[in-house]
């Protein structure tokens, strides 16, 4: 089993709609989780940590379930920019996801 | 510039050719993460390292595949050997340690083609 997985999408919508990525974790010690950003032959960027009470960051939401050992990341009235592909990290060591991409249509 | 920076941007080798990779981190970030990534995958850890010390070096990773941090600063990843499935982006990264909320920066990656 991958240490992080996630679903690879894509993730079509339009602007304006809101869409959650989720992404599952093995590793039931793990006590850092980020969200990055990568845009097409980019280099990843961090867009968020994940705190155990959640926290949001203006139209995007991150939550941890450590119970079920799960990260999601919501984001709201999506724009054109913000397509691009959704990388879930866990652990000290960042371990990446394999990434959600998302693509958002006028 | 005074972010993560990566020498050479491209690199094409013939199978079989020895291959190395530079990585000049944050000047004040204490860990250095290498990375390989291929199309439609996200970044596969390969090693990481706090200061000079490689704290762990990824199962996946064969022996023809070495990274050294002399000195805490820079760091260096060879591939001896090169194979045709080498072919990738190698990504190094750096953060500084700060209990557990550790920001990373990336640097814009070696592609690397084995022909």
């Known amino acids: 089993r991958k240490e992080v997985e996630q679903d690879p999408g894509p993730f079509n919508v339009p602007e304006g709609a809101t869409v959650a990525f989720n992404c599952t974790y093995s590793n039931s010690a793990s006590q850092s989780f980020f969200w990055y950003r990568q845009d097409c032959r980019k280099e990843p960027k961090l867009l968020m940590s994940v705190y155990s009470s959640g926290n949001e960051d203006g139209r995007f939401t991150a939550q941890l379930n450590r119970a079920s050992q799960y990260i999601s990341l919501l984001i709201r009235d999506s724009k054109l920019s913000d397509s691009a592909t959704y990388l879930c990290v866990v652990t000290d060591k960042l371990i990446f996801g394999t990434g959600t991409r998302l693509q958002v249509f006028p | 510039d005074t972010g993560v920076s990566q020498d050479p941007r491209h690199k094409i080798t013939k199978r079989g050719q020895n291959v190395t990779f530079r990585c000049d981190p944050i000047?004040?970030?204490?860990?250095l993460y290498w990375y390989r990534q291929t199309l439609g995958q996200g970044p596969e850890f390969l090693t990481y390292f706090q200061n000079e010390a490689q704290l762990e070096k990824s199962r996946l990773l064969s022996d023809r595949f070495s990274a050294e941090r002399p000195k805490g600063s820079f760091s260096t990843l060879e591939i001896q050997r090169t194979e045709q499935g080498d072919s990738a982006m190698y990504l190094c990264?750096?953060?500084?340690?700060?209990?557990?909320?550790?920001?990373?920066?990336f640097g814009q990656g070696t592609r690397l083609t084995v022909v």
């Open positions: 990264a750096s953060s500084s340690r700060q209990g557990t909320d550790t920001e990373a920066f």
């Open positions: 000047s004040e970030h204490n860990r």
